[in-house]
Every structure is written in C-alpha cells, then in structure tokens.
C-alpha cells in the first residue's frame, strides 16, 4: 500500500545536494549580492564553475567573446541565468533518468522542465510581470517531485491513471487521493529538504493551484501554471499523467494572454529549446 | 472524436514494430520521408499538435509530420524559423519531399491524427481544431482528400506508418486503431 508516508520517507533518503550550491542560489537570489564573495562561493565547486562557464558560452545566450570567468558570466546574465545553471547542475541528473510511474523516457522530465522554463519566461515577457530571468528558474524545477513520486508510487500509477481519466478528475487530485500526496507537494518537500529559498519552494508547491500560493510568490507560481498547461497541451514533457490537468480559468483571464501570443509563445518556447538543451543539459558539459 | 472503427487487426502482432531500432522518430516540428520499405516512421505525444501521414503505395514512397501550430504568419515573429512546425508551411515541404521521391498526387494516401484538446471544458485556444481546418484547407487547394482521421479527445496519441504497406496505426494508452 503506497502511502504519504512512504513518499515523504523517500525524500529523506535522497542524497543530499551539494551545501555551497545551496549557498550559491541563496546569494544569487540577494538583489545586492557582492560579485567577489559570489566569485568565491562558486570557485569552491570546481565542476560547479565549469558547468556555470559552459552554460554561459552556450550559443542560447550568444556571448560574441568567450566567457572565462564567473564574474564575468555573472554580469553578462545576470543572477536569474546563473541561479537556474546551479540548478541544472544540482537537479540535472537526476531529471535526466527514466522517471518510473509516469513512464517517462531518459531526458523526457528535463526536456518538459527546459520547456515550461523557457514557455514561463516568454509569457513573462509578453505579460509584462515578474522579470523573466527568475520565471525561467521556477520553471525549471515544477515537476522534479515526479521523479520521487513516480518511484514510490509505480504500482500506484495505473490506479491514479483510471482515477483521474475516468472520473475526470486532474492528475494531482487523483494522487491525493489515492497516495495522500501530489507530486507538487513532494517536489515542494525535496526542494525545502535540499535547503533551496521559500521564493522556489512555493511555486513548485502550488502550480497547479496557482490562488494557493502565498501572495508575494504567486505572480511566479501563475506564469508557471500557464506555462506547464500549455506546454502539455501541445505534447512537450507529457508522460502516463498524459498533461491531464485542470487550468485556472482566472490565471488566463488575469494573464489576458491573446490566441496570438499563445501561439508564438510556444513558437519561441520550441525555436529555443534545442539551444536550451544545450544550455541546461549536461551531455555536452562534461 | 472521429476514427476508423477498425482494430488493427491482422499484422497487428508484428506492426508497430516492438523493436525501437526499427523506428525512425519524428519529433515535435519535424518531418521524414523515405522509400525504404524497412522503415516505419513514428511521432509520439500528439496533443493539440497533428500528425500527417503521407503514403504513395505504388511509388513506395511515405512521410510523417508532426505540426505544433495551425500558421507561420504572426507565430514565428522573432523566432528562427523551423517550417515544419507549421501546418500551412509544413505540409507543404512533406508533400513536395515524397513528389520529389516519385510520389504523384493520384496515388497518395493522407490520413491525420492528433487535434486533441487539454481535459478543462474550456478549451480556450482551439489549437487542435485550428490545427485540421488548416489542413483541409492545404489539402483542398492541392486537390488531396483525408483518407483516415483520428481527431479530438483528450488523450495523447501515438502514430506510426509502414513505408512498406502504407499502413497508419495511431494509438491511445486506450487503445491501438488502424487510421
């Protein structure tokens, strides 16, 4: 019998993240950060470094000259970019195995998360709302609770499947009901077990019950929302849950998005994805 | 939904291939041709987007699509471009690819499956009907007709083509149809 617990208990016994990754995006998140002591904190992970200058010369971001240098990688893209190369290095690998349960292939989960990440921050350019940067890294990290949760509840999942297409009822509901949990709130649970800041941890918590989240982090938590319904909608990161969820009707009528830039939102959101595997992907960084 | 009623029936068995090696893999935005019979083509995780089949069984000579969105014009502002995510565009260079092939207007087979919509009654984008007008549109002007369609619902869907036989298999977590 799968139950919350057993999920919760997974999370304990994940490996924990490395502490000055922790550190780092908690200094990254500091509007007033030191370049210096953020230069320090990251020279301490050696891999961590490489990983942050390979994103940063990856071709996404065209820099004309090679950046060598953190500080230099730093001022060119900003805090948002290098928070969400930390991230991919931390969550990466992780994000890039076969997620069990939900029957997703190697790179599928990583894939939808480079999706919506790049769909969150187009929608945040195009709604004027929270800079696009931070929109980027929430999106980055929605669905990393599929990966504890589809484990534990593998046996589950069919049950779950049945729940929620036969009763049509949204996937996250039908995990609630049959685990006690959703994958939501587990990747919420690992985020805040790995130490990450409250800004992350909410978004990843309410995304799909976006008016949930606490009020300071909800523009973010709505952009994400609409982000992942749409990037489900057309196929991308969609395993057995089949983008198999409700939309918040008042998230799309307050984001007043029009069918036109819905449309070249995924243009740009698929026109940018290859170069955001590249980016954010580990197979060519090591 | 719309769909042919048919199960696959015979060949069912061996067709898809369980074999992943044999498949070549459309991806979102991309099209493939062939003439080789030993190639089955194959596009995953249809959701609002559409996947065309094409097939000439005289010629021998099949493609696959795999269309994100209904027009280039307006969408692709900014972006690079990458036709084949289009219907109006992508169409198109599939049809022109298997004529270049020797496929002739006469002898082609198009069938169409995706065009689903999200699970909320609301719908509110309308990708996937937007998605099929276009299409007819397109194959009006050049004189083609759908030959098999499995439209609508709200599942993924999964669609496979024999360059061999031309068959068009689409398949649901539901279940497996002929197109």
Same mark, same amino acid.
């Given at each position: 019998?799968?139950n919350r617990?057993?999920?919760?208990?997974?999370?304990?016994?994940?490996p924990?993240?490395?502490v000055?990754?922790?550190?780092?995006?908690?200094?990254? =998140?500091?509007?007033?950060?030191?370049?210096?002591?953020?230069?320090?904190a990251?020279?301490?992970?050696?891999a961590l470094?490489?990983?942050?200058? !390979?994103?940063?010369?990856?071709?996404i @971001?065209?820099?004309?000259?090679?950046?060598?240098?953190?500080?230099?990688?730093w001022?060119?893209?900003?805090?948002?970019?290098?928070?969400?190369?930390v991230?991919?290095?931390?969550?990466g690998?992780?994000?890039?195995?076969?997620?069990?349960?939900?029957s997703?292939?190697?790179?599928?989960?990583?894939?939808?998360a480079?999706?919506?990440?790049?769909?969150?921050?187009e929608?945040?350019?195009k709604?004027?709302?929270p800079?696009?940067? %931070?929109?980027?890294?929430?999106?980055?990290?929605?669905?990393?609770?599929?990966?504890?949760?589809? =484990?534990?509840?593998?046996?589950?999942?069919?049950?779950?499947?049945d729940l929620?297409f036969g009763?049509n009822?949204?996937?996250?509901? !039908?995990? %609630?009901?049959?685990?006690?949990?959703?994958?939501?709130?587990?990747?919420?649970?690992?985020?805040?077990a790995?130490?990450?800041p409250?800004?992350?941890i909410q978004?990843?918590?309410?995304?799909h019950?976006p %008016?949930m989240?606490?009020?300071?982090?909800?523009?973010?938590?709505?952009?994400?929302?609409?982000?992942?319904?749409?990037?489900?909608?057309?196929?991308?990161?969609?395993g057995?849950?089949?983008?198999?969820?409700?939309?918040?009707?008042?998230?799309?009528?307050?984001?007043?998005?029009?069918?036109?830039?819905? %449309?070249?939102?995924?243009?740009?959101?698929?026109?940018?994805?290859?170069?955001?595997?590249e980016?954010?992907?580990?197979e060519?960084?090591? | 939904?719309?769909?042919?009623?048919?199960?696959?029936?015979?060949?069912?068995?061996?067709f898809?291939?369980?074999?992943r090696?044999?498949?070549?893999?459309?991806g979102?935005?991309? @099209?493939?041709?062939?003439?080789?019979?030993?190639d089955v083509l194959v596009?995953?995780?249809?959701?609002?987007?559409?996947?065309?089949t094409v097939?000439?069984?005289?010629?021998?000579?099949?493609?696959?699509?795999?269309?994100?969105?209904?027009?280039s014009?307006?969408?692709?502002?900014?972006? !690079?471009?990458?036709? !084949?995510? @289009?219907?109006?565009?992508?169409?198109?260079?599939?049809?022109?690819?298997?004529?270049?092939?020797?496929?002739?207007?006469?002898?082609?087979v198009?069938?169409?499956?995706?065009?689903?919509?999200?699970?909320?009654?609301?719908n509110?984008?309308?990708?996937?009907?937007?998605?099929?007008v276009?299409l007819?549109?397109?194959?009006?002007?050049n004189e083609?007709?759908?030959?098999?369609?499995?439209?609508?619902?709200?599942?993924?869907?999964?669609?496979?083509?024999?360059?061999?036989?031309?068959?068009?298999?689409?398949?649901?977590?539901?279940?497996?149809?002929?197109?």
């Open positions: 019998m799968t617990d057993q999920v919760l208990e997974a999370v304990q016994q994940l924990p993240i490395p000055d990754a922790c550190e780092l995006v908690r200094l990254l =998140q500091d509007p007033e950060v030191d370049p210096a002591e953020l230069e320090r990251i020279s301490l992970n050696p470094t490489t990983h942050v200058l !390979a994103t940063a010369n990856s071709a @971001f065209g820099a004309r000259a090679e950046i060598s240098t953190v500080r230099r990688a001022l060119q893209l900003g805090s948002g970019r290098i928070q969400a190369a991230m991919s290095a931390m969550v690998p992780m994000a890039c195995e076969p997620v069990e349960g939900y997703l292939p190697g790179d599928a989960l990583w894939e939808g480079l999706a919506i990440a790049l769909a969150t921050e929608l945040a350019l709604t004027g709302g800079p696009p940067n %931070e929109a980027f890294t929430a999106g980055l990290l929605v669905d990393i609770g599929k990966t504890v949760f589809g =484990q534990v509840a593998q046996t589950k999942m069919s049950e779950i499947a929620a009763g009822i949204s996937f996250e509901k !039908a995990e %609630e009901q049959l685990v006690g949990i959703n994958h939501a709130e587990a990747g919420a649970i690992m985020l805040e790995w130490g990450l409250e800004s992350i978004v990843v918590r309410w995304h019950e %008016e989240c606490p009020e300071e982090f909800r523009p973010i938590a709505e952009l994400v929302h609409a982000a992942q319904y749409l990037c489900g909608m057309v196929g991308l990161g969609n057995e849950d089949g983008n198999y969820y409700a939309s918040s009707e008042a998230v799309f009528n307050r984001l007043g998005l029009s069918p036109d830039a819905i %449309e070249n939102c995924l243009c740009q959101t698929l026109s940018k994805l290859d170069l955001a595997r980016a954010f992907g580990l060519k960084k090591s | 939904m719309s769909s042919s009623p048919t199960q696959a029936g015979i060949g069912a068995a061996t898809p291939p369980t074999d090696s044999q498949l070549q893999i459309v979102i935005s991309e @099209f493939k041709v062939s003439n080789d019979p030993n596009t995953y995780s249809l959701g609002s987007c559409i996947g065309v097939h000439d069984p005289i010629a021998g000579v099949g493609g696959l699509i795999h269309c994100m969105l209904p027009l014009k307006g969408a692709r502002e900014g972006s !690079a471009p990458k036709p !084949a995510m @289009f219907v109006d565009t992508g169409v198109i260079l599939l049809l022109n690819a298997v004529f270049d092939l020797g496929a002739t207007r006469q002898n082609l198009v069938k169409v499956a995706g065009a689903g919509s999200p699970m909320d009654q609301c509110r984008f309308r990708i996937g009907e937007r998605n099929i276009i007819r549109k397109i194959l009006w002007k083609l007709m759908l030959a098999g369609e499995h439209t609508g619902g709200t599942r993924p869907k999964t669609v496979f083509l024999s360059i061999a036989t031309g068959q068009a298999v689409v398949r649901t977590p539901e279940e497996q149809t002929n197109l």
